[in-house]
């Protein structure tokens, strides 16, 4: 049996339909729902003098977190001088929207489409007085590894960088292929700094070895600093007299 060629266009133009319109649905119901929950939450952080003493500095620094901690990224950094590098993909599509309601200053481009003209344009904003985000594993993953643009940008603009690793007393946790980390209501969120990177060599501005061994040491900084995220929200053990 052949399908109508009158048909067949007529039944994507409905499923384009209903993908926007649940797409449009998603975002202003998942905005409204994701405000009522930050108001909720409680945030603390560790080693925030580190991020101060940068901007003190006049030395803004680029800042990478895991793509799956981005709702807690947001959250605790609303009002912050901070560009954030979100990917051209549907889903970065609707993170951008959120991000861009809420006050913060999106950059559209990833590893995988967009990559030059957003690398160009977070090195025409690293001569700016504001942070610079990257979720380097994002938008494909693998879950918590490190795309070199970050790297990059950090060794040509000579801006530091200051890993940050977020923590959640209480979260659900989607299957998708980064985990995405959703706080509970009323969970306790730690932000957790980590300045020891500092500025890459100028040699990882080029591809190789040097590039490659920063990646990977990047990502244990960055391990390291939700390590101490979560540290944080454990109970302090009492003492007895």
Same mark, same amino acid.
């Not at 969970?187 to 890459?200: E, F, K, Q, W």
């Given at each position: 049996m052949t399908t109508s060629p009158l048909v067949a266009p007529l039944s994507s133009r409905r499923r384009r339909w209903k993908r926007r319109f649940t797409n449009h649905l998603a975002r202003w119901f998942g905005?409204?729902?994701?405000?009522?929950?930050?108001?909720?939450?409680?945030?603390?952080?560790?080693?925030?003098?580190m991020r101060e003493a940068l901007h003190r500095a006049n030395t803004p620094p680029v800042i990478p977190f895991?793509?799956?901690?981005?709702?807690?990224?947001?959250?605790?950094?609303?009002?912050?001088?901070?560009?954030?590098?979100?990917?051209?993909n549907r889903d970065g599509a609707m993170i951008a929207d959120f991000a861009l309601r809420l006050g913060f200053q999106?950059?559209?481009?990833?590893?995988?489409?967009?990559?030059?003209?957003?690398?160009?344009?977070?090195?025409e904003l690293a001569k700016g007085p504001d942070a610079l985000g990257f979720t380097p594993d994002?938008?494909?993953?693998? %879950?918590?590894? !490190?795309?070199?643009?970050?790297?990059?940008? =950090?060794?040509? #603009?000579?801006? &530091?960088?200051?890993?940050v690793g977020f923590a959640a007393s209480r979260y659900w946790q989607a299957k998708s292929w980064d985990r995405m980390v959703i706080?509970?209501?009323f969970?306790?969120?730690?932000?957790?700094?980590?300045?020891?990177?500092?500025?890459?060599?100028i040699e990882a501005t080029?591809?190789?070895?040097?590039?490659?061994?920063?990646?990977?040491? %990047?990502?244990? !900084?960055?391990?390291?600093?939700?390590?101490? =995220?979560?540290? #944080?929200?454990? &109970?302090?053990?009492?003492?007895?007299?």
């Open positions: 905005l409204w729902l994701y405000r009522a929950l930050a108001r909720t939450w409680r945030i603390q952080f560790v080693n925030l003098d895991w793509h799956q901690q981005i709702p807690a990224a947001i959250a605790s950094h609303r009002g912050y001088p901070v560009h954030v590098l979100i990917s051209q999106a950059v559209r481009g990833s590893s995988s489409k967009g990559a030059k003209g957003a690398v160009r344009k977070m090195l994002g938008p494909r993953g693998p %879950l918590h590894s !490190v795309a070199p643009g970050v790297i990059f940008v =950090a060794a040509t #603009s000579r801006r &530091p960088i200051l890993a706080p509970k209501p969970a306790r969120i730690a932000v957790a700094y980590d300045d020891s990177m500092g500025i890459p060599c080029q591809a190789g070895v040097e590039q490659e061994k920063l990646c990977a040491h %990047l990502k244990k !900084v960055m391990d390291s600093a939700e390590a101490a =995220a979560k540290a #944080s929200l454990q &109970p302090k053990p009492r003492l007895h007299l």
